[in-house]
């Protein structure tokens, strides 16, 4: 069985953002799964516009609520991607989880619910940084994460040589 990597939206507000982010997981074959509202429409030029030509390659999913998520798939390993983690991204050993492996991000501006940070404490990661700032952009934080869990699984099924002509 291959681990998949998925990644989860909860209340996007900024189409770009989305945009870049579904070229990603178009890249590396992650499903993304939108929780409404969006603080956009997905049809929006700027998301098709960031996500260029790869929408056809997309695994997309739309749900009304975190729960229909968290309910759809209940082998799931779910990690929380927070400011206010306790753990770090990287410290987490991806390649000794059964199953699924889903990152989960907040909207921009708020990030994710506390109640839900509360309740899946240990699940919570985070990216360092300088202590001052506030966060850094949603799609950058999406690839470095997904990058990470993608190198520890040695880059399953995508293509590690280019050829130079």
Not at 87 to 114: A, C, W
């Amino acid at each position: 069985y291959m681990k998949k990597i998925h990644i989860v939206l909860v209340e996007p507000e900024i189409p770009a953002n989305t945009g870049n982010i579904s070229r990603t997981c178009s890249v590396i074959g992650a499903p993304l799964h939108l929780v409404h509202p969006l603080g956009f429409d997905i049809s929006e030029k700027q998301v098709k516009r960031a996500g260029l030509d790869y929408w056809d390659e997309l695994e997309l999913h739309e749900y009304q609520n975190f729960l229909e998520v968290s309910q759809a798939y209940p082998q799931g390993n779910f990690f929380y991607c927070t400011t206010k983690g306790a753990h770090t991204y990287s410290d987490i050993d991806y390649t000794s989880l059964e199953g699924d492996i889903f990152f989960v991000f907040g909207k921009e501006t708020k990030g994710l619910p506390e109640e839900l940070l509360r309740t899946h404490r240990e699940n919570c990661i985070r990216i360092p940084m300088r202590e001052e700032m506030r966060s850094l952009n949603l799609s950058n934080s999406v690839a470095i994460i997904a990058y990470e869990a993608l190198r520890q699984l040695e880059f399953e099924n995508l293509e590690r040589v280019g050829v130079l002509k």
